[in-house]
C-alpha cells in the first residue's frame, strides 16, 4: 500500500470512528444505533474514541491490506492516525478556573501578636 492508500485510509477510519462516536448521523440513525446498544460491551466501544477507532480500523486493514504483517501494522497505524486526527480537531477544553485570595500574604509567616 502506498502513501495515498495510507493517508485516505486514515482519512477514512477518523471520519468513520468520528461518526459512530459523536455525531448524529443523518436522520439520527446513529443515536438511534447507540441507544439501541444499550449498556453493553458495544455501548462501551461506541463510548470510547480510542477503542472504537481500533474496530474501525481493523474492519480497514483487513479488507484493504495484503498479508499478515501488513494487515497489523496497518491496524495499529490506522487507528493512531485516527486518535490523532481527533485530537487535532477538537476543540481545546475550557482553560481552568483561576482565583485568587484576597490577601496576598497569608503564606508568610507572621510574627506573634500581628493580626
Known sequence: MGFYGFVLGSLAVWRITHLLHAED??????VRLRRAAGDGFWAAVLDCLHCLSLWVAAVFALWLGSGVGERVLLWLAWSAAAILLE????????PAP??????????????EGEP
Do not use: C
Open 87 to 94: 485530537r487535532l480537531t477538537a476543540p481545546a477544553p475550557p
Open 98 to 111: 483561576y482565583w485568587t485570595e484576597e490577601d496576598a500574604d497569608a503564606l508568610l509567616r507572621k510574627k
Open 25 to 30: 448521523g443523518p436522520w439520527d440513525l446513529v
